[in-house]
């Protein structure tokens, strides 16, 4: 099966320290793949090398078939990457609704005439996006339909951690990259969250999921895959007994955690 | 949202818009009328005290939720406001040059609200675009251009010199765009000074409007008393500044405003959702000195004669304290600081020499005690949905 995402010798240094060094990763269309390993081990770098936040050291990226290795981030969420953030990047004065449309860029009209002019036409289009907005948070947290209007600064921080995964979600993108969407949750709210998108994402026929994620139940329930970072490189991958076998990754980062 | 009707008070639709435009209009012809010191001081405070009482009360509540549902009314009101006042104050051409001064000046400040309110590009030069329309419509006008097409020019000049500043705007890292712009308006002001065709330092006439065969320096006849010229450019300053507010407001209520806010929240997570963060900034800059140029332009014909002493750094420093002062974002608290700083000073002539000190107090002032200014954002509304 050819992959949907292909790593290719990723690398990544930021003056002496090597963030990534020589990645080989691949993504298959409909896996929800779990990415692991401890702090500082190049998990987050690998998802802002590959939306275009930072331009790799070496390697390719190949997304879908095209060489996206020096594209910008823009172009790369045109292409259908979209993605959450490990510290959240919410605009906390603006409306959930808003903070939703901002991730649908793309989708939206920016003409001139449209926005300033046609205002009959923008808020016909205005209308739909806001039933499809609520739609994705009635999937998300029913509770959160009523609080569209509401600024974000008036959310707690798992509801804000949903609104960003449906900013993500909004553009309907091809894969989707969450970079520990648990953090600050509970476990049972973690799973939740969890279950939630994976509704969403119907087990990968709706969209490809790589889940940046240290708790390990989450990555035993969700993933069917995971590789294992360890100072940007890759110890090892397979599925989840594979992976929780291996006597480096006990080491290296599960050990304690698995006893 | 549900108001609880037994503690709020409730007024009623345009009925209650009309009838705060009445009080307003009535406050302001007395306060405009007044000219010793001491009413002046009384319907100052009396002023301040009664907004302190709906600030504190839940009147303000019940105030901007009937504005917000009456939107259209309270806008015909508030232009309807502003007539009147000219209309009561026709023959009096120090209030009527007050009148006008306000709406020049909240049109440009609403060029900086696009710029740094909404998707926060900072402009310490915005005197500086103000004043290059001032001299685009003399310099013009004097060579003999049809008024429109000068004070069209106005605005085209500034946006386009504007552009000579975008690559420092652009930085996103440091303050580069703040120190930029500080030394161009320094270097502004020092330009007009040994400019030879722009006059130096005693600066030049501008030719007054000419439009649809009436001329604008000529006094005007209304009801069959003579009126101030100044009336004339005050209608016209109105119309600018109305259309370059609703301008302004739709601008806000767009997926473009949306996306200046976007870019003006967090670059990083606006560049990961597809915004083009310097095509927006541009567009904010550009279109910000437009508004600055063309407001210059009909305000140097109003006041027929221009110097480079109005368009220093401190006076760009005045147009960033309105904004700061009425509410970063807030359209209507642009207009509200404006009246603010343009009259006080005006009318406490004790004020007159103080009145850098007392900006900059009340802008520390602010800082500390309402981040937010005077009249906070609101939440973006996009017209009625339902
Ligand atoms: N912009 C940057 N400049 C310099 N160093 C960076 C930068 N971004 C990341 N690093 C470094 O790269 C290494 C990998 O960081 P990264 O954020 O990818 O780790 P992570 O696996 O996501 O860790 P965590 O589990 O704590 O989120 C760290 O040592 C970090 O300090
Ligand atoms: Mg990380």
């Known amino acids: ?259 | 949202m549900r108001h609880n009707s037994s503690r709020d008070l409730v007024i009623p639709g345009p009925a209650g818009c009309a009838l705060m435009a009445l009080a307003l209009l009535a406050w302001c012809i007395l306060f405009l009328k007044a000219e010793e010191q001491i009413p002046i001081l009384v319907y100052m405070i009396s002023g301040c005290l009664l907004v302190l009482v709906a600030a504190l009360s839940d009147l303000h509540k019940s105030i901007s939720a009937t504005i917000a549902s009456n939107e259209a009314a309270w806008d015909g009101c508030m232009i309807g406001v502003m007539l009147l006042l000219m209309i009561t104050f026709r023959d009096d051409h120090y209030t009527l040059l007050l009148l006008g001064t306000i709406m020049a000046y909240a049109t440009a400040v609403l060029g900086l609200n696009v710029q740094l309110g909404f998707t926060g590009v900072i402009n310490f030069s915005a005197a500086s675009f103000f004043g290059i329309g001032c001299y685009t419509a003399a310099i013009l006008g004097t060579a003999g251009w049809p008024s429109l097409l000068c004070l069209v020019m106005g605005g085209v000049m500034a946006a386009l010199v504007g552009c000579l500043l975008l690559a420092p705007v652009l930085r996103t890292s440091g303050h580069y765009a703040a120190l930029v712009t500080m030394a161009f308006a320094l270097l502004f002001r020092v330009f007009l000074e040994v400019s030879d065709l722009l006059g130096g330092p005693q600066g030049v006439a501008v030719p007054p409007m000419q439009m649809f065969g009436v001329d604008f320096s000529q006094a005007m006849q209304l009801w069959g008393s003579e009126c101030s010229f100044y009336l004339r450019y005050d209608i016209a300053l109105l119309i600018l500044l109305s259309l370059s507010f609703a301008f302004v407001r739709r601008l806000e209520r767009s997926w473009i405003g949306l996306s200046m806010d976007a870019v003006r929240s967090d670059e990083t997570a606006s560049a990961c959702f597809g915004i083009n963060i310097a095509k927006w900034k541009i567009v904010a800059f550009t279109l910000g000195n437009l508004l600055s140029g063309l407001s210059g332009a009909l305000y140097g014909m109003m006041l027929a004669y221009i110097s480079p002493a109005n368009y220093a750094f401190a006076d760009s420093l005045i147009f960033l304290s309105i904004l700061l002062l009425g509410g970063i974002g807030n359209s209507w608290g642009v207009i509200l600081a404006t009246v603010f700083v343009v009259v006080v000073p005006e009318k406490f002539q004790v004020i007159q020499e103080y009145r850098y000190l007392l900006y900059a107090a009340l802008v520390l002032f602010m800082i500390i005690y309402r981040p937010m200014g005077l009249l906070p954002r609101k939440v973006r509304n996009y017209g009625r949905l339902a």
């Open chain 1, 1 to 259: 099966m050819s992959a949907l995402l292909s790593c290719t010798d990723l690398t990544m240094r930021f003056g002496g320290l090597t963030a990534l060094d020589k990645l080989n990763l691949d993504v298959a269309k409909g896996d929800v793949l779990g990415l692991v390993g401890p702090n500082g081990s190049g998990k987050t770098t690998f998802f802002n090398v590959v939306t275009g936040i930072y331009r790799p050291s070496a390697g390719t990226v190949v997304f879908d078939g095209q060489d996206v290795t020096s594209r910008t981030a823009q172009e790369i969420y045109r292409l259908g990457i979209a993605r959450t953030f490990q510290r959240s990047r919410l605009c906390l004065d603006l409306t959930v609704f808003d903070n939703v449309m901002i991730g649908n860029h793309k989708n939206l009209d920016m003409g001139i005439v449209h926005n300033l002019l046609a205002r009959g036409r923008f808020r016909a289009e205005c209308k739909r996006n806001l039933e499809r907005v609520k739609t994705l948070l009635h999937g998300l947290n029913p509770a959160l339909v009523k609080r569209v209007g509401q600024p974000v600064s008036m959310l707690s921080m798992i509801d804000r951690r949903r609104v960003e995964v449906c900013r993500a979600l909004v553009s309907d993108p091809v894969l989707l990259f969450l970079d520990e969407p648990s953090a600050g949750m509970t476990h049972d709210e973690t799973k939740r969250l969890m279950d939630e998108i994976l509704v969403l994402s119907d087990g990968g026929k709706n969209f490809t999921v790589v889940l940046i994620e240290h708790e390990m139940e989450v990555i035993r329930r969700v993933t069917n895959r995971c590789v294992v970072l360890n100072f940007g490189r890759k110890l090892c991958e397979g599925d989840y007994e594979t992976v929780t076998a291996d006597p480096f990754v006990k080491e290296a980062y599960l050990g304690t955690e698995l006893d």
